[in-house]
């Protein structure tokens, strides 16, 4: 089956960068999603890659994608304490029509 | 710019009783979907449409039913609510299967 795995928490200082890590099963994944989940909140598109890419920028964020390893990373520059959250990786197959695979969710917080 | 509205945000049922949650989109995408959250498992998708008329399962389509009349709306129906779908129950929408998705705010159901 498909698996979408994430580690559960991350602690960081505020200034620092934080990097998140994702691992999935499924080699034909096409699609890969970093969702942001704020505290009594919706998820909200962060970023996504297109498999035949390996690294995608945009401002603070930066996506890697490892696809011989299957692995995806989010790294957020100069973390700050609005980006306290849970950060969701998400996968999903063309052939499977928008079925989305989420991770557990890794619950980042900032500190002072 | 409203995105998916999803209503109500809260609600409170007996087991065995019915209700229906009330998910809109404005953005005329074809494609919805209904997900559940649960502490420690991500999201889980519940049903999806492809297109008004045209609805299919996802991984835990039991004890629910979904219909699709219009583009815009895919209510979700608790057919007799039991504990186990006490749940954060998040619809999405996306212009095509194979875009993100983007999501509501949520709707928090506890069964009693």
């Known amino acids: 089956g498909e698996d979408v795995e994430q580690s559960l928490f991350l602690s960081v200082r505020e200034g620092d960068s934080s990097v998140i890590n994702c691992t999935y099963t499924?080699?034909?994944?096409?699609?890969l999603y970093w969702y942001k989940q704020e505290p009594g909140a919706g998820l909200q598109l962060l970023t996504y890659i297109f498999s035949n890419m390996d690294m995608k920028q945009d401002q603070r964020l930066t996506v890697l994608l490892n696809k011989k390893d299957k692995h995806l990373s989010l790294r957020i520059a100069d973390t700050q304490t609005g980006d306290s959250a849970i950060y969701f990786c998400a996968s999903h197959r063309t052939d499977s029509w928008g079925k989305l695979q989420f991770g557990a969710g890794t619950q980042v917080v900032v500190t002072p | 710019n409203a995105g998916v509205t999803q209503t109500p945000k809260f609600q409170v049922l007996k087991t065995g009783q019915s209700m229906t949650l009330q998910c809109a989109q404005d953005?005329?995408?074809?494609?919805m979907s209904w997900y559940r959250q649960d502490p420690g498992m991500g999201l889980r998708l519940i049903h999806y449409?492809?297109?008004?008329?045209?609805?299919d399962q996802g991984e835990v389509p039991n004890g629910y039913n979904v219909s699709r009349s219009t583009t815009e709306d895919f209510p979700l129906r608790l057919l007799s609510a039991a504990p186990s779908q006490t749940s954060v129950y998040f619809c999405?929408?996306?212009?095509?299967?194979?875009?993100?998705?983007?999501f509501g705010d949520g709707t928090r159901l506890s069964i009693l």
């Open positions: 999405a929408s996306s212009r095509t299967g194979q875009q993100p998705q983007h």
């Open positions: 449409s492809v297109g008004a008329g045209i609805t």
């Open positions: 499924d080699s034909s994944s096409t699609y």
């Open positions: 953005m005329n995408h074809e494609y």
